[in-house]
C-alpha cells in the first residue's frame, strides 16, 4: 500500500462504516438492503454526518471570512505606512500590527480554507471506496468496513438501471446500460457544477463588501467562479455516480448553509447587510453587532504599544569610540 493509500485507510473504514451504519438501519425500517436507493440514502446520509459535524468549523470559516474581508482597509493603511521600509525592524513591527488586526477581526488567513481542507479526505476515501468496489469484488475482498458480500451487493445495485460504481469515462460492469450511465452521469455532473456555481455567485453578488469587491482578491475570486466548476465537471467524468450523488448532495448543502447566513448573518457593507438591517428596522428591532472581532479601541491600543516599543529601540551603531 502506497504512502497515500496509508493515510486514507482509517478514513475508508470510517467512511464506509457510516454508509453501512445507515444502510443497516435503512434496511431494518424495511428497505431492501440490495437496492440501489438503499445505498444512495446511505451516500446521502454520509453527507449530512460529515457536515453536521462541521458546523463549528463553518462558523469559524464564517467568522474568518467576515474578518478578512473588513481588515482590507485597515491592511492597506499599514502596508502604505510601511512602505519602502525594508530595515528589521520595520519588518517586525509591520508583522506585529498585521498580528494585531488579524486579532481585532478575529481571523487568519488559513482559517477559511478549514472546511475543505477536513472534508477533502473523506471525499478521497469515498472516491477509493466506490471505485475499487468492482475490483474488490473480483478479487474476493471487502474494502473498508464492508465485507465481501456487501461488496457483491453493492456492485450490483442501480438507480435508474445504472449501477452506483459506474462512472461516464470508464462506464459499469458487463450488461450495463452504458446510454443510461452517460445520462445520468452527465445529469449528476450538471447539478454538482451548477449548485457549486450558484453558491459562489450569491456570496459574491450579495454577501461582499464594495471594498472587497474593489479589491485585486476579487478579481482572482471571479475567474476561480468560472474556473472551479469547470475543473469539477471535467473531473467528474472519472467520479462514479455515488461519489457524483456525494459531491452533489454536500453542494447543495453548502447552497443552503451559505443563503441562510447571507439571509441572517451578512457581511457588514454588503447588499444583504443592508437588506437585513431593512428588514429588522421595518419591525422596530435594532441592528445586530458585528460578528466577532475585537474591539476598536482594545486593538488601537495594542497598535499604539507596538508603535511605541518600536519608537523606544532605536539602532545603535556597533565600536562607538568615547570622548
Not at 50 to 62: S, T, Y
Request: hydrophobic share 45%.
Amino acid at each position: 500500500m502506497d504512502i497515500f493509500g496509508t493515510i486514507l485507510a482509517p478514513f475508508k473504514w470510517l467512511v464506509s462504516a457510516i454508509m453501512l451504519g445507515f444502510h443497516d438501519g435503512l434496511s431494518f425500517i424495511g428497505l431492501p438492503p440490495e437496492n440501489g436507493w438503499t445505498w444512495t440514502l446511505s451516500i446521502i446520509g454520509l453527507v449530512l454526518v460529515i457536515r453536521a459535524a462541521l458546523i463549528p468549523v463553518f462558523v469559524k470559516q464564517i467568522k474568518a471570512q467576515r474578518g478578512m474581508q473588513l481588515l482590507q482597509p485597515d491592511l492597506k493603511k499599514m502596508q502604505q505606512k510601511y512602505k519602502g521600509k525594508t530595515d528589521q525592524l520595520s519588518r517586525q513591527a509591520m508583522a506585529q500590527e498585521q498580528m494585531a488586526l488579524y486579532k481585532k477581526h478575529g481571523t487568519n488567513p488559513f482559517s477559511a480554507c478549514l472546511p475543505m481542507l477536513i472534508q477533502m479526505p473523506f471525499f478521497f476515501a469515498l472516491f477509493q471506496v466506490l471505485s475499487g468496489i468492482t475490483q474488490a469484488r473480483q478479487a474476493g475482498q471487502g474494502i473498508g468496513a464492508l465485507s465481501h458480500e456487501q461488496v457483491v451487493q453493492f456492485d450490483e445495485s442501480s438507480i435508474f438501471g445504472a449501477p452506483l460504481s459506474a462512472s461516464l469515462l470508464h462506464g459499469g460492469p458487463a450488461g450495463t446500460d452504458q446510454v443510461v450511465v452517460s445520462v445520468l452521469s452527465i445529469v449528476m455532473i450538471l447539478a454538482m457544477t451548477a449548485s457549486q456555481f450558484i453558491t459562489q455567485k450569491q456570496i459574491m453578488a450579495k454577501n461582499m463588501s464594495e471594498e472587497a469587491m474593489a479589491s485585486p482578491f476579487m478579481r482572482q475570486q471571479k475567474m476561480m467562479l468560472y474556473v472551479l466548476p469547470v475543473i469539477f465537471g471535467v473531473g467528474g467524468i472519472n467520479f462514479p455516480i455515488g461519489v457524483l450523488i456525494y459531491w452533489t448532495t454536500t453542494n447543495l448543502w453548502t447552497m443552503g448553509q451559505q443563503f441562510f447566513v447571507i439571509r441572517r448573518m451578512p457581511t457588514p457593507g454588503s447588499p444583504a447587510a443592508k437588506a437585513l438591517a431593512e428588514r429588522r428596522a421595518a419591525k422596530g428591532l435594532p441592528s445586530l453587532p458585528l460578528l466577532g472581532g475585537k474591539k476598536d479601541e482594545d486593538v488601537a491600543g495594542e497598535v499604539a504599544a507596538i508603535e511605541l516599543k518600536t519608537q523606544r529601540i532605536q539602532p545603535q551603531r556597533k565600536n562607538r569610540k568615547k570622548k
